[in-house]
């Protein structure tokens, strides 16, 4: 049994990583953290959790937990993943890994060196429907994969106005925003189909130099994208095109992703409209023929609920596995630094012009 301490439990991890974690056999969680003691009881009484704390230093260092999970804001995830290092726990880490690709490439080199598990939570790579999508690729049901394209919906990122508790995502140095984010999500699905991106050309436009903040008069400044778009080639050579356009919200749509091959094209949907690509399940079609993915591809319990919790409980699967087999899980800290470098490329792209290689 795994014993899991959650930090930041009140807020995302409360709607995806507690109902993921308390779902499989192979974990326990054992304390949560908030910025409050109240809150924190809150959300231990409502998951039947023994310890609450509102100290994180508290939570990192009781006996009790032998993994810590990292669901703060991006800005504040290095100062609780490095006191989870110094303690030697293993950790799973909210995306983004850092606030940029320099402070990734830190965490990396620290866990690295504490010798521990570790993982980022870029759930896509364990989404049932990009895994079937994938292999279908590697079957050569559509042919040679000749191009990719994908659009996809931001909001609540990009938009006119923004909620209040996202406002401080409209400072680039906060690392949460449609390109980090957004984008940095979409992206991780696409590349679990098609495979990774080598080179990119993109711009990162901003149509609102002032954002309205939902529910009052007031207007705040914003430094932040609104959109995202690129062009690439993937290590198989075939072309990518990506848009992530965003919006005030709700989604309407959720994505379109079109794999063109040199036989035939693969399109797939959200199952449910509005969802995003890492989110839930997809309606599949190759041609006009629909495609059932079959169940060996979802492996989590029936009682992890739809949506973001059951490609959540799946990577976990992957984090314990890779404990009992003292190896590092996928995607791990360093898969979360080629995808910060690949963020990187793309903000540098857009700053000069120039099509940026991805190593």
Same mark, same amino acid.
């Given at each position: 049994?795994?014993?899991?301490?959650?930090?930041?439990?009140?807020?995302?991890?409360?709607?995806?990583?507690?109902?993921?974690?308390?779902?499989?056999?192979?974990?326990?969680?054992?304390?949560?953290?908030?910025?409050?003691?109240?809150?924190?009881?809150?959300?231990?009484?409502?998951?039947?959790?023994?310890?609450?704390?509102?100290?994180?230093?508290?939570?990192?260092?009781?006996?009790?937990?032998?993994?810590?999970?990292?669901?703060?804001?991006?800005?504040?995830?290095?100062?609780?993943?490095?006191?989870?290092?110094?303690?030697?726990?293993?950790?799973?880490?909210?995306?983004?890994?850092?606030?940029?690709?320099?402070? =990734? %490439?830190? /965490? &990396? #080199?620290?866990?690295?060196?504490?010798?521990?598990? *570790?993982?980022? $939570? !870029?759930?896509?790579?364990?989404?049932?429907?990009?895994?079937?999508?994938?292999?279908?690729?590697?079957?050569?049901?559509?042919?040679?994969?000749?191009?990719?394209?994908?659009?996809?919906?931001?909001?609540?990122?990009?938009?006119?106005?923004?909620?209040?508790?996202?406002?401080?995502?409209?400072?680039?140095?906060?690392?949460?925003?449609?390109?980090?984010?957004?984008?940095?999500?979409?992206?991780?699905?696409?590349?679990?189909? =098609? %495979?990774? /991106? &080598? #080179?990119?050309?993109?711009?990162?436009?901003?149509? *609102?130099?002032? $954002? !309205?903040?939902?529910?009052?008069?007031?207007?705040?400044?914003?430094?932040?994208?609104?959109?995202?778009?690129?062009?690439?080639?993937?290590?198989?050579?075939?072309?990518?095109?990506?848009?992530?356009?965003?919006?005030?919200?709700?989604?309407?749509?959720?994505?379109?992703?079109?794999?063109?091959?040199?036989?035939?094209?693969?399109?797939?949907?959200?199952?449910?409209?509005?969802?995003?690509?890492?989110?839930?399940?997809?309606?599949?079609?190759?041609?006009? #023929?629909?495609?059932?993915?079959?169940?060996?591809?979802?492996?989590?319990?029936?009682?992890?609920?739809?949506?973001?919790?059951?490609?959540?409980?799946?990577?976990?699967?992957?984090?314990?596995?890779?404990?009992?087999?003292?190896?590092?899980?996928?995607?791990?800290?360093?898969?979360?630094?080629?995808?910060?470098?690949?963020?990187?490329?793309?903000?540098?792209?857009?700053?000069?012009?120039?099509?940026?290689?991805?190593?």
């Amino acid at each position: 049994m795994i014993r899991v301490g959650v930090v930041g439990a009140s807020g995302w991890a409360d709607s995806s990583h507690l109902p993921a974690l308390t779902a499989l056999e192979e974990f326990e969680v054992t304390g949560v953290a908030t910025t409050n003691q109240t809150s924190a009881d809150r959300v231990a009484a409502a998951h039947g959790i023994r310890h609450a704390f509102a100290d994180t230093g508290e939570l990192i260092a009781h006996p009790e937990v032998d993994l810590v999970v990292v669901s703060v804001k991006a800005s504040g995830h290095a100062a609780v993943i490095k006191a989870a290092l110094a303690a030697g726990k293993h950790v799973v880490s909210e995306w983004p890994l850092g606030v940029d690709a320099d402070e =990734a %490439g830190e /965490l &990396t #080199e620290a866990a690295t060196a504490a010798d521990v598990v *570790h993982a980022v $939570v !870029l759930q896509g790579h364990h989404s049932p429907s990009a895994r079937f999508a994938a292999d279908l690729l590697a079957d050569g049901r559509i042919g040679t994969l000749e191009s990719v394209a994908l659009v996809a919906e931001g909001a609540p990122w990009g938009g006119g106005r923004i909620w209040p508790n996202l406002v401080f995502g409209l400072d680039p140095s906060e690392g949460t925003n449609i390109l980090t984010i957004m984008a940095g999500h979409f992206l991780a699905a696409l590349e679990r189909v =098609a %495979g990774p /991106l &080598t #080179e990119v050309s993109a711009r990162l436009p901003r149509t *609102h130099d002032r $954002v !309205l903040v939902a529910g009052t008069q007031q207007t705040v400044p914003n430094a932040t994208p609104s959109h995202v778009l690129l062009h690439g080639r993937l290590t198989s050579g075939a072309t990518a095109s990506v848009t992530v356009h965003g919006g005030n919200g709700p989604a309407r749509y959720g994505f379109r992703l079109e794999l063109v091959g040199s036989d035939a094209t693969l399109t797939a949907t959200p199952a449910q409209p509005g969802t995003f690509i890492h989110w839930g399940d997809w309606d599949i079609r190759i041609g006009d #023929e629909a495609l059932t993915m079959p169940v060996t591809y979802r492996t989590v319990p029936d009682s992890v609920q739809a949506g973001p919790p059951a490609n959540i409980a799946a990577l976990y699967q992957e984090v314990a596995r890779a404990i009992a087999e003292a190896r590092q899980p996928h995607p791990s800290f360093e898969t979360a630094l080629r995808h910060h470098r690949l963020l990187a490329a793309i903000e540098q792209s857009a700053a000069d012009g120039i099509v940026r290689y991805i190593s």
